[in-house]
Each structure stands twice: as structure tokens, then as C-alpha cells.
């Protein structure tokens, strides 16, 4: 079994799952979570969501200790 890597908490973490992939964006494409983090298994990212949530289902986690904002992808 390959062992999950949680990374954060991060201020905000933005995604953009809602964006066209086409033509112009706007903000309102872009999905923010706050105290966030990501979830990642042999260097991909296989999840995004509460800090805390995930926090409860992973094995390891690297800690962000600043301020920080992640745009994953």
C-alpha cells in the first residue's frame, strides 16, 4: 500500500476546477478553500479539501508553517 502525503494547512488553497478551458476567465471561475490541503500519493495530487478533514485520513504530513497560498496543479 503507497502511503498518502498530506501537505499544509495552507490560508487558502485555489483551484481551478470551474474554469472554461477556453476564452476568458473570470473570479468567479476560481474555487478558494480556506485552511486547506493537499493530498498527494506517489507525486500526484489525488485530493484537496479542510486541513483538518484530511488531516484524519492520511499517514503523513508535511507541515507548511507560514502563511501560504497553493494553486496545485
Not at 500500500?1 to 476546477?17: D, R, S, W, Y
Not at 479542510?50 to 508535511?62: G, K, N, P, R, T
Request: aromatic share 6%; glycine share 10%.
Amino acid at each position: 500500500m503507497t502511503k498518502h502525503k498530506l501537505i499544509g494547512p495552507f490560508k487558502q488553497v485555489i483551484t481551478f476546477a470551474s474554469a472554461p478551458l477556453h476564452g476568458p476567465m473570470t473570479d468567479d471561475h476560481l474555487h478558494i478553500i480556506p485552511d486547506a490541503g493537499i493530498v498527494v500519493q506517489q507525486g500526484h495530487i489525488i485530493g484537496i479539501g479542510a486541513f483538518d478533514h484530511l488531516a484524519e485520513s492520511v499517514y503523513a504530513v508535511e507541515e507548511i508553517r507560514t502563511p501560504s497560498v497553493a494553486l496545485p496543479g
